[in-house]
């Protein structure tokens, strides 16, 4: 059990929408009290389904950062679907599309076809375990710690072929946010609650990848102090937090 909370550290950090923090808020809840009770199967469904969600919001921060790589990955895509995804306003959209088909994404984050191949077999076991099959998959505890564990292992996987993403999504906040007479809000905390951290769907090592960033990359803008004003208000609000996750 204390192992599968290691996941939390890859979901969003903080949650813009009532009702999304409430649906990974009840499949936490979904998922520990199968856990406790011995209902390893059904710990495993409600597992897989925040697994899941980690990997939509991976994909949003792709359509985010990278709208033109992500418009190409719709090649193959009925037209409906490519005009659902493209308008999405939210990463709980990509649960309209096979979820097979939208690991195809990742190979915009450098995941080959091995690798995904891989991941999809996690959604070939969830569809052996909802179906009614006459078999219990995950009948111990041990059967389903297994299993987390390899979960877990895809998702560190995952996270490191986004870091590139959460790089150049954090520079692009830097460059256009450094400016609070300009921005959507003028205290430095909030505009990174609200515009980078809810905006971008960004988990706590996200924010770690974010905290690691070289603003002297940016040392020839004249807005240089600007930005970093900007990431220091960042690194004192989220230092402590990354420290306490890595711990």
Partial sequence: MKEAAELANYLLLSFKIPKEQE???????AFETNY?????QFAFLAYHMLTMSFIYFNIWQIKQTEPKNFAMGLIGFGKDIEKSLLDATSPFVFST??????????KLIACDNGKIGTYAKLVDDRNESAHPNGNIFYSTEAALDIKITEILRVVAEIQTHSKPIIEDCYREFLLHNYDPDEREYSDAADQIREVLIHGNYLSQKDIEICLCF???SLADRPETDAMRELHAALVEKYKSEAANSAA
């Fill in 23 to 29: 649906y990974i808020e009840f499949l936490w809840d």
């Fill in 36 to 40: 406790t009770h011995g209902k390893y």
């Fill in 97 to 106: 599309v096979n979820e097979r088909s939208i690991l195809r994404f990742l």
């Fill in 214 to 216: 070289d603003v002297e």
